[in-house]
């Protein structure tokens, strides 16, 4: 199972909004933009990953991994706008490793709503 629909970013104007207006926080595997939005109760999650980081099958890996990662956290996340962009070195990490950084990301962005450990 996936993030439900309520959950995706998936309009390019809102993508150049939160690219725009919001704030970003990164380590080497992921950049995240965050914005918030006053009528949200939940996270909205939107994924970006460039066909740089190869074919059709190694993007889909990498956004299912994100994908879980965040369904895993669904409680823990703060109501923001929150984009996911994979950089190069994902490309070559495990499920698990994927979703180490990205919970590392996360803390840096202060984005869980209590501590995780």
């Known amino acids: 199972m996936e993030v439900e629909k309520p959950y995706r970013i998936k309009k390019n104007s809102d993508f150049q909004m939160i690219y725009r207006k919001g704030k970003s ?3 080497r595997q992921f950049v995240i933009y965050m914005m918030p939005d006053k009528g949200l109760t939940h996270f909205k999650l939107g994924i ?3 066909k740089k980081l190869g074919n059709a099958v ?3 890996r990498i956004k299912r991994a994100i994908r879980e990662n965040f369904k895993v956290h ?3 996340i703060l109501p ?3 984009i996911v962009i994979a950089r190069h ?3 070559n990490m ?3 490793e994927i979703q180490k950084s990205l919970e590392h990301v996360l803390k840096i962005a202060k984005l869980f709503n209590k501590r995780i450990k």
């Open 58 to 60: 190694t993007r889909n």
């Open 94 to 96: 495990t499920t698990l």
């Open 48 to 50: 970006s990953v460039s």
């Open 89 to 91: 070195p994902a490309k």
């Open 74 to 76: 669904k409680n823990d």
């Open 80 to 82: 923001r706008n929150i």
């Open 25 to 27: 926080v990164a380590n």
